[in-house]
């Protein structure tokens, strides 16, 4: 049984009725233990208050507003001050350098592999890394563009290895071609990509040449007639760009085949047929010309002519007839 | 009639209001404890009348989620008297309920056992027009009541339509719909000192709420202390509240006479600090404890240590025999029970067909209550315990709490009054398009 004790001044001075049946009255009974002589009402303030913080739409904006308005004022006034915000700022950049700058994320040197030392030192000229540096500040895809734009690169894969190694896959362009242009030669891969400028032909005589304006353009063809040409490679000095238009094959002392512009291939499988049955390669011409697929002209040289002249007058003048 | 009742309807839409919130506080300003509690109405369901079930219905929609209860303070014989004492009383109880609850109360339902009520019958008869009687025709019986003179100062607290009858046909609880050429209707008024309400409702508003309804203690313990059977056949019930014992009277499920004595067990205190030279607070003690009001050879035997804390040896060790503390009682409970059964007298009681009677209250926990009642008022008496509701705690189920929890049944589940039903048109003055509208909505 809980007594409720009241100043002996007012008037009632018995609790709440102590009735045998509720014994268990502790529970809800609305005076909470005081200093005996206080009033347990509470005050008209108090009361307010309480009533307050039940609204349910008071106990949101106190449980999320005001928080949220706290946070939102705060980061207002920081940031209401340039200089604030500056050193703030210089802070974060250091932070993110202090993080950068880490031996972990170093990277010390560039492995290239698979590549020509020649092509190497371009590349590493061209890219200019100074290193060690943070692979944070590397431009990988920058890179590799810069590194595709060598003429002798095909394709390039970049790849920052544990251990701070900056890997570098160059997929070599392989050379096909020795083109003729111009002012220099050029070395082409096959599909006519310039490759090198090389000083004499003979430092790639194992390559095939062409010449002619355009002649680059059309390097897979030229391959073709290369490729179709292989019985008489050997006497085949190169392809030469007629016109933009056409190919003359020049074989050993400046003798010629005109190629046609419509497949050339034909013609030439045409011209090895005829060598292969009548020797035609062997005979001493000047000009096989297959422009005209239905008038294929063979030009002999002048001297040959006048022998041949000269021996039809022999032939004459012996005949008895 | 219109002005009579404005207040009433006031009072009827805020009691709209907080069925709509959902959340109502039961403040019973009793003159030795004040209740609150905090009911919590969920899912208004409609009541599927097919299945039988009766007028309790309204329980089990709400359950309660704050009790508290606080010694009251400033109250005599139910009434106000202090309002500052009351209004912090009332602070302490609903902050402790709010607190429980977790939830902000702002329409309170109040009860209260005093201010003189008096009860009238009323007669009021019409001539039927239409086919069937309408809700219309049912105020308009109901305004044709004649109201007595209550006196100046006085003001109707229930209005409550007891039976109709139509033509030859009597005691009808619900004639609408049904044929008939005249109807006429009993109806029981009770009224009030208007200075009590008065002050209950400026107290109410000083504790930022709003007044939801008010209702007789007796009436509403009446309700949750008496079974069915007995309200069907007619009971009376006897609240014995510590400043005054309240009386109602049921019959046909409906309240007929409500009155006070205006004795109660502060009373039986006050002259057992009086009659055994004790202070209050210990006179309370020794009447809780060991109170009764039928001695034996036992009582005799039984010493009561009085205690005391003068200082004076002679006075601090006295000691009491049990039968001395019941014959101090004795008289007193006597006293208020031939008080009630002069009320009861009064009112009719013995013509009823069932005289049932049911002491609850704090009071009625007196030892031998029972039998000595059953001798002054009938032979037919039982100790009453409020219904039980959801969510009531344990220490709150006893008889002190009935009219509390009758008032909860009364929230619930409110009695059509005299001002549930619309105002007739012919007595509306003014409001010519609200009357043209009324037409339209009868007559199409």
Redesign the interface.
């Known amino acids: 049984m809980q007594s409720?004790d009241?100043p002996s001044g007012?008037a009632?001075?018995?609790?709440?009725?102590?009735?045998?049946?509720?014994?268990?009255?502790s529970?809800?009974?609305?005076?909470e233990k005081k200093k005996p002589g206080t009033?347990?009402?509470?005050s008209?303030t108090?009361?307010?208050l309480?009533?307050l913080l039940?609204?349910?739409f008071f106990h949101l904006i106190l449980r999320a507003g005001l928080p949220v308005f706290a946070v939102v004022a705060a980061m207002a006034w920081y940031v209401s001050d340039d200089a604030r915000v500056a050193t703030l700022d210089v802070k974060l950049s250091e932070m993110r350098a202090l993080i950068e700058n880490r031996p972990e994320f170093q990277v010390n040197l560039m492995r290239i592999e698979d590549v020509s030392a020649s092509l190497a030192d371009d590349i590493r000229e061209i890219t200019a890394i100074d290193f060690p540096v943070s692979s944070f500040d590397l431009d990988l895809r920058a890179l590799r563009g810069q590194i595709e734009q060598l003429d002798a690169v095909a394709g390039v894969d970049l790849v920052v290895r544990a251990g701070g190694i900056l890997d570098v896959a160059v997929v070599e362009r392989q050379p096909a071609i020795v083109w003729r242009g111009p002012r220099l030669l050029e070395l082409l891969d096959a599909q006519g990509h310039r490759v090198a400028a090389i000083e004499t032909r003979s430092q790639r005589s194992d390559l095939p040449l062409i010449v002619g304006e355009s002649a680059d353009q059309n390097v897979q063809e030229a391959l073709a007639i290369y490729a179709a040409a292989s019985p008489f490679l050997a006497r085949l000095r190169g392809l030469s760009r007629v016109g933009e238009r056409r190919w003359d094959m020049i074989l050993q002392d400046d003798r010629r085949i005109m190629l046609p512009e419509a497949d050339p291939i034909a013609a030439l499988e045409r011209v090895i047929a005829l060598d292969a049955g009548n020797d035609l390669l062997a005979r001493d011409f000047m000009v096989i010309d297959l422009r005209n697929r239905a008038r294929p002209v063979v030009r002999l040289r002048d001297e040959v002519v006048d022998a041949m002249h000269g021996l039809a007058d022999l032939n004459s003048k012996d005949d008895p007839l | 009639m219109n002005d009579l009742y404005r207040g009433q309807r006031a009072m009827r839409a805020q009691r709209l209001a907080a069925m709509q919130r959902g959340v109502v506080a039961i403040l019973d300003i009793g003159t030795?404890?004040l209740v609150?509690l905090v009911l919590r109405f969920d899912s208004i369901a409609p009541v599927n009348a097919s299945e039988g079930v009766g007028s309790m219905t309204g329980q089990s929609r709400f359950r309660v989620t704050g009790?508290?209860?606080?010694?009251?303070?400033g109250v005599r014989f139910g009434e106000i008297e202090a309002m500052e004492e009351t209004e912090?009383?009332i602070?302490?109880?609903?902050?402790?309920?709010?607190?429980?609850a977790?939830?902000?109360v702002d329409h309170a339902i109040v009860c209260f056992s005093g201010a003189r009520p008096r009860s009238y019958g009323l007669t009021g008869s019409i001539a039927l027009q239409g086919a069937g009687v309408a809700e219309q025709d049912i105020a308009s019986v109901l305004s044709a009541c004649a109201v007595p003179d209550y006196g100046a100062g006085r003001q109707p607290m229930h209005a409550l339509p007891v039976s109709f009858a139509l033509d030859h046909r009597l005691g009808l609880t619900d004639p609408r719909g049904q044929a008939g050429n005249r109807m006429s209707v009993d109806m029981h008024l009770l009224t009030v000192d208007s200075t009590a309400v008065e002050n209950l409702l400026r107290c109410i508003k000083r504790?930022?709420l709003e007044l939801a309804g008010i209702a007789n203690a007796a009436y509403v313990s009446g309700m949750a202390a008496l079974v069915e059977d007995e309200t069907e056949l007619g009971a009376a019930c006897i609240e014995m509240g510590?400043g005054s014992t309240g009386v109602s009277i049921f019959l046909k499920k409906n309240l007929i006479f409500a009155d006070t004595v205006r004795m109660g067990?502060?009373h039986v205190?006050s002259d057992i600090s009086q009659g055994l030279q004790v202070?209050?607070?210990t006179a309370?003690?020794i009447k809780?404890?060991y109170g009764g009001v039928v001695a034996t050879g036992m009582d005799d035997r039984e010493m009561v240590d009085l205690g005391g804390e003068t200082g004076d040896w002679e006075i601090d060790r006295r000691r009491v025999s049990r039968a001395e503390l019941i014959g101090v009682m004795r008289p007193r409970v006597e006293e208020i029970l031939e008080d009630v059964r002069a009320r009861l007298d009064a009112a009719g009681f013995e013509y009823l067909p069932g005289q049932r009677i049911v002491l609850t209250g704090?009071g009625s926990?007196i030892p031998g209550l029972a039998p000595m009642a059953s001798r002054i008022l009938g032979q037919q008496v039982r100790l009453g315990r409020p219904m039980r509701i959801q969510g009531l705690?344990?220490?709150?189920t006893?008889?002190?709490f009935s009219s509390a929890v009758g008032l909860c049944l009364y929230a619930a589940h409110p009695q059509d009054e005299c001002w549930d039903f619309e105002i007739p048109a012919e007595r509306q003055t003014g409001r010519s398009i609200r009357r043209a509208v009324r037409w339209f909505r009868e007559n199409w």
Request: proline residues 9%.
């Open positions: 409720v009241r007012h009632p001075t018995i609790g709440v009725r102590k009735d045998a049946a509720f014994v268990d009255r529970i809800f009974v609305a005076e009033d347990p009402a509470p008209r108090s009361y307010k309480q009533r039940l609204t349910p | 030795s404890k609150c009790v508290a209860t606080t010694r009251s303070r912090r009383a602070r302490t109880v609903l902050q402790a309920a709010q607190k429980m977790n939830v902000r504790c930022d510590g067990g502060d205190t202070p209050l607070k309370e003690r809780n404890f704090g926990q705690p344990q220490a709150a006893g008889p002190a």
